[in-house]
């Protein structure tokens, strides 16, 4: 039985790009949802902090994980984080 792959993500924007953080990995999720290997991808604005996002993702297994990273939508997704966050994203894996 394979493990699935449990992913919660703190991202943080530069100051007064929440938005566009929030937008970019929205359509990240669109495309995500549609793969095969991906359970669940979901984002969230911080209630109380504008200009992060907190996202949790589950994975059939690694190699679904791993089909994802070599997915041309992460690709994208990376491009468009380069100019928005703040900071690299805070990844914290779970089984």
Do not use: C, K, W
């Amino acid at each position: 039985m394979a493990t699935p792959v449990v992913i919660f993500t703190r991202l943080t924007a530069a100051s007064g790009r929440g938005h566009e953080l929030l937008a970019v990995l929205e359509d990240l999720g669109v495309a995500t949802r549609d793969e095969p290997g991906n359970e669940v991808f979901v984002v969230h604005a911080a209630r109380d902090e504008p200009d992060v996002v907190l996202g949790y993702e589950v994975f059939r297994d690694d190699a679904a994980l791993a089909t994802h990273r070599a997915t041309e939508a992460v690709r994208v997704a990376q491009e468009r984080l380069t100019d928005v966050l703040a900071a690299p994203p805070v990844i914290s894996y779970a089984t």
